[in-house]
Each structure stands twice: as C-alpha cells, then as structure tokens.
C-alpha cells in the first residue's frame, strides 16, 4: 500500500481479524482513483519499534511475513489489508505461520460480504445524488456564480486600507 490516507481507510473501514501471530485488518478491493479494475490483494505490513526493539528483528518479521503469503497455496482473495505481526512471529516455525495466514485470510472474505450486504450507500443518509434535480420554488434566492480560480469568498476579505502617500527618501534627497 502506499501512503498515509490509504492506511487510514483501512484501520477506518477494516475488519480486525486476530491471531496469535497477527493481527490482520482487511477491507474490500477497490481500485484507487483512475487505475484499472484489477481485483487483487494490496497488503501493508506495519512492524512498530513497540513490538519489535530491534531492527533485525523487524525486518527479518517482514520478510517471513511476505514470503509466507507470497507462497500460499490458495493465494490471497482480492482486499487491501494491513497486516501487524507479534513477536511470535520470529519462532513460529514457517508451516504455522502460513496456515494461521491462510486461517485468516480465509475468515475475512466472509465477514466482508456479510457487512456489506444490504446497506446500500449507508454512507450517503441525507445527501440527494447529484443526477436528481431538487425542487425549487419562486421565492428561492438566486445563486451566486461561481468563483474564479484564486478569488476568495466575501465573508473571507479584508476590508481594504486606505493607500498611504509614499513616504519620500531621505537618501534620494541628498
């Protein structure tokens, strides 16, 4: 994953799935803005200084964490997930570690679809979609046009000062 705001959605929107090992948040695929839809799994593995002292230890975490999904036998359902081992993680042996990611990874789709369904856009309550045109009555103010690029909104100026004559220099005078 990259970036700060794609974290954020996921532990915002994410469904926390916990493990001896890890823990695992994982949301649905969705592509980012303009990239074509392409359903596979974006992982972001986060190893903190809390957890893990030792840079050695942190990078080593990561690589066996990585390598352990990379060779799943079943491979990794389409979602954008954050992944935080443990110390465990260091002296669990390989064929555990990648069955409690296959455990896991196996749970999410579920819960998913099982949150999702239904709900329609539960975020949009109140809020009329743009291609619906709203009622207006006669006595409805006129809008303003809109404003040009680099302008600011009449509440946001500042009265203007009055311009003070030049002060004249001194230099310029000898």
């Not at 994410?14 to 992982?43: A, D, N």
């Not at 002292?53 to 990379?70: F, H, K, L, S």
């Not at 390989?94 to 990874?105: G, H, P, T, V």
Request: charged share 30%; proline share 12%; net charge positive.
């Amino acid at each position: 994953m990259r970036g700060e705001k794609e974290f954020r959605k996921v532990r915002a929107h994410g469904v926390p799935i916990r493990e001896p090992l890890f823990t695992l948040r994982v949301t649905e695929y969705r592509p980012r803005y303009g990239e074509t839809w392409r359903p596979r799994s974006i992982v972001g593995i986060v190893v903190p200084k809390k957890t893990l002292r030792r840079a050695v230890d942190r990078n080593r975490a990561r690589r066996r964490v990585r390598e352990a999904m990379r060779t799943l036998p079943g491979g990794l359902p389409p979602c954008r997930a954050i992944l935080m081992p443990t110390p465990a993680v260091l002296k669990q042996p390989f064929a555990e570690l990648q069955a409690a990611l296959a455990r896991a990874f196996a749970r999410a789709p579920g819960k998913l679809k099982g949150k999702r369904s239904g709900l329609g856009n539960a975020g949009a309550a109140g809020r009329v979609s743009a291609g619906v045109p709203l009622p207006q009555t006669a006595a409805q103010d006129v809008r303003k046009p809109p404003m040009q690029s680099g302008a600011q909104p009449d509440n946001l100026k500042r009265p203007n000062k009055p311009n003070k004559p030049n002060k004249p220099n001194k230099k310029a005078q000898l």
